[in-house]
């Protein structure tokens, strides 16, 4: 039994429970037992009846409250193994639950030394010999880097051709979008006049709390089409020519899909993703909004003026995007998990 541990709520974000939805997947496609281990309840509208739960009862704010009911799970099976994500979970959270069975863990940040069975970081900027130093002499299995990307099956193969033109726009901002970027872009857009010239599609998570305020925009302009809470996002995104986002997987699910992309940064954990995916022209990054909202917003503006008279430029991007990923990241975990 594989128990995932994660959460998607007003503060977190969707994409953690939706990448460990992913390996679950997988996981159970290779014969292995999956439950996923919730405490917020919003977690629920992500997990959308797809893989098997328990909600842990009775804790508080202190995430240390919680380990004895994940213990009493564990006990209950032979060999358990459980997957954790969240930027919550740290040593002391892992050293808890390390001697009643195998832990796994993200670990996005790098921040400290972890008592983890396996750790899993497949961002392009995890640097295998930092790793390998921090970890010397343990036997911590290190999947590190973007061949283990858990993209979902939809993006596998994808082999996109480039369009000469620049039509479609698609605006991405998370599952809960908490700073209320989405409306803003748009009325920015509409302003501008943007909505006569492209198709805006925008895509709303499930947790997002502007529905109402962008089915108005819809409502109003013929070419702004609302997605919400759409569950095959890669049929979505293969309709843009540009697609506009934060930073998250997502830049790596444009990588599979070969979309040009213009993205930004709204949280702190995000600032490599700037380095790596911008430094080199790869897409284009606008800045943090959380800092200047209006500012980032009229840089995208302007970015989509660029892309759109140069097809040189977004043809150079897709080929960058190109040795990124494979779409087999995912099953790459799950054999590494059942193997553990």
Not at 139 to 153: A, W
Not at 159 to 167: G, S
Not at 284 to 293: A, F, Q
Not at 330 to 337: G, Q, V, Y
């Amino acid at each position: 039994m594989v128990f995932i541990r994660t959460d998607a709520n007003e503060k977190v974000a969707t994409g953690h429970i939706m990448r460990c939805i992913t390996i679950g997947k997988k996981l159970e496609e290779m014969g292995e037992r999956v439950c996923f281990l919730l405490k917020d309840k919003d977690s629920l509208k992500v997990l959308n009846g797809q893989m098997q739960y328990q909600m842990l009862q009775g804790c508080g704010e202190d995430i240390y409250e919680e380990i004895p009911q994940i213990i009493a799970f564990l006990k209950k099976e032979r060999r358990p193994k459980i997957l954790l994500d969240s930027y919550e979970f740290d040593g002391k959270y892992m050293q808890g639950l390390k001697e009643h069975g195998k832990v796994i863990s993200f670990d996005d940040m790098f921040w400290e030394k972890i008592p983890a069975d396996m750790i899993i970081n497949y961002n392009l900027y995890a640097s295998k010999d930092e790793y390998a130093s921090r970890y010397a002499g343990e036997k911590t299995v290190l999947l590190l880097g973007s061949s283990y990307v858990p993209l979902r099956d939809e993006f596998a193969g994808k082999n996109l051709p480039l369009r000469k033109n620049v039509t479609t726009i698609l605006l991405i901002c998370g599952g809960g979008d908490q700073q209320h970027v989405l409306p803003k872009f748009l009325e920015k857009f509409c302003d501008d006049g943007l909505q006569k010239k492209y198709h805006i599609l925008v895509l709303a998570g499930d947790l997002n709390q502007d529905k109402e305020r962008l089915r108005q925009f819809a409502a109003c302009w013929e070419k702004i089409r609302i997605y919400e809470g759409a569950r095959k996002l890669a049929p979505i995104m293969e309709q843009a020519d540009v697609v506009i986002s934060a930073a998250s997987t997502v830049l790596y699910e444009c990588c599979a899909l070969k979309r040009p992309v213009i993205f930004f940064t709204m949280a702190d954990n995000q600032a490599e993703d700037a380095k790596t995916f911008g430094e080199n022209g790869m897409m284009h990054y606008v800045g943090d909004i959380r800092k200047d909202v209006e500012q980032v917003i009229e840089n995208v503006v302007e970015e989509i003026k660029v892309l759109e008279n140069d097809i040189q430029i977004r043809s150079d991007m897709v080929h960058k995007m190109k040795q990124v990923v494979d779409g087999n990241g995912a099953s790459r975990i799950a054999r590494a998990i059942i193997d553990l």
